[in-house]
């Protein structure tokens, strides 16, 4: 049986007013590929990122996931493939900042069913994996940016989603930082054989991935291997 793309982005196409944001992007994501999207600022990154997240909805194209059209989806359809599937790591963590850490990565687990001890008990090793354990305790305003990117990707990675999506995960991070959260960071999504979509300005972040793709005038230009 040959393999089957996880994600397919077919002909995308989306305004926002007059802005021309995707004009015929396509893109495919293949199980468990790091891939990383460069280009330059206002070039369409982030919003093709959302559309294959099935955060925002092209005006036209295609977006399938396992085969499954996103675009076809009802609104509830769609939020529950991203909660089931999907993990989301963003510039600045987005963390909730009453609850502490490791409360934080819990999150996923609780909203999906698991009961508070086992829940905590996951969170906790994932917060370990990350080498965070020590602020599973404080609150998001208390740890460094850093240890709070660390702490978003484990509560990315918790519920063992397919697909991880990353825009700019390390972007208001110290290049030494930045080189620390994405080593933890592509090292444990392979371990879990989830995909990432990494949106990336900086060609030392592209290259933890397996492939980039570079996104000019909201279309998907070129497409090389890192390495
Ligand atoms: N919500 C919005 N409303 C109006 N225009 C938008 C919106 N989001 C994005 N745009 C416009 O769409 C284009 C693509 O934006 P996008 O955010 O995808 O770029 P990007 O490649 O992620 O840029 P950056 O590297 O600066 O994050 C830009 O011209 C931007 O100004
Ligand atoms: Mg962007």
Known sequence: MTEQPLLVAEGLHLHFGETKALDDASLHIWPG????????????????????AGILQPD????AYHGRDLTAMSDSERSALRRGEFG?????????PE???VENVALPLRLSGTGRREA?????????????GDVAGKRPGQVSGGQGQRVAVARALVSRPRVVFADEPTGALDSLNGELVMK??????????????LVTHEARVAAYSDREAVVRDGRVREQEHAR
């Not at 036209?60 to 977006?63: A, D, E, I, L, T």
């Not at 969170?123 to 370990?128: F, G, I, K, N, R």
């Not at 933890?184 to 979509?197: E, K, M, N, S, W």
């Open 33 to 52: 590929e790091v891939v990383a999207l460069m280009g330059p600022s206002g070039s369409g990154k982030s919003t093709l990122l959302h559309c294959l």
């Open 60 to 63: 036209s194209g295609r977006v």
């Open 88 to 96: 989301f790591v963003f510039q600045f963590g987005q963390l909730v």
């Open 99 to 101: 609850l502490t850490c």
């Open 120 to 132: 905590h008990r996951t969170a906790t090793d994932w917060l370990e994996r990350l080498e965070v």
């Open 184 to 197: 933890l960071f592509i090292t444990a999504a392979r371990d879990t054989g989830a995909a990432v979509v």
